[in-house]
């Protein structure tokens, strides 16, 4: 079983639609990362997170420490969302920023 | 600030070879990590520098290497080059510990 685990794994939406990601580990975690990565491999880092909830423009993440659980929400889509969305975990231990990564969910906006 | 710099962005090599990529991190930043992306595995981490010297290193096999300078730029050797060994490279800076991550373009490795 993978330590960090995402869901859906393919998710098409109409232009508008409201969106949710899912990210649950199975690890002890300091921060939790949101990475969104469009064709062509560049990667952005969307949020990191260690507790509640975190909102930037038409995206909005949360985390729940307790249940290991993590989601990010788009409200209002756009085809420009399109992209693949990667959870990764950055494991409890200080002296670290190595990531442990979900499989991505690939998300496709239609207009 | 000029973001995170990874050169070359393309490479074809042969079976056998080896190969260097390059990471320029972010001004100030002293921490560069490396991740290997490829559609069976998905991103896997590599290894981490921190102030040049190595402090944590995934599980790939001792061909695959890596250094930092002064300056904090970085580069990794991947010796006697697989054909698995295809894939998109990424590296990633951060100013310190537990610190939001910025990631280069990636280099992109063909292996024939």
């Known amino acids: 079983k993978n330590e960090v685990e995402q869901s859906p794994q393919n998710l098409t939406a109409q232009e508008g639609e409201f969106i949710t990601i899912n990210c649950s580990y199975s690890v002890g975690i300091s921060a939790l990362h949101w990475l969104q990565q469009h064709p062509g491999g560049g990667i952005v880092s969307l949020f990191m997170?260690?507790?509640g909830k975190k909102k930037h423009g038409r995206l909005i993440a949360t985390i729940n420490i307790q249940e290991k659980h993590s989601s990010l929400h788009i409200t209002a889509s756009h085809p420009r969302d399109s992209a693949v969305y990667i959870c990764?975990?950055?494991?409890?231990?200080?002296?670290?920023?190595?990531?442990?990564f979900g499989t991505g969910t690939l998300l496709a906006v239609q207009p | 600030k000029a973001g995170v710099t990874q050169t070359p962005r393309y490479l074809i090599k042969t079976r056998g070879q080896q190969v260097t990529l390059s990471c320029s991190p972010i001004?100030?930043?002293?921490?560069v990590s490396w991740y290997q992306q490829t559609p069976g595995q998905g991103l896997q981490f590599l290894f981490e520098?921190?102030?040049?010297?190595?402090?944590n290193k995934g599980n790939f096999p001792g061909r695959f290497s890596g250094r930092q300078f002064s300056n904090s730029r970085s580069e990794m050797n991947v010796s006697t080059l697989e054909l698995g060994d295809s894939a998109l490279y990424l590296c990633a800076s951060s100013h310190g510990n537990q610190e939001t991550q910025y990631f280069g373009p990636g280099t992109r490795l063909l292996v024939l």
């Open positions: 520098y921190f102030s040049e010297t190595q402090r």
């Open positions: 997170l260690s507790s």
């Open positions: 990764a975990v950055m494991n409890y231990g200080g002296a670290t920023n190595k990531l442990i």
């Open positions: 001004s100030g930043h002293r921490s």
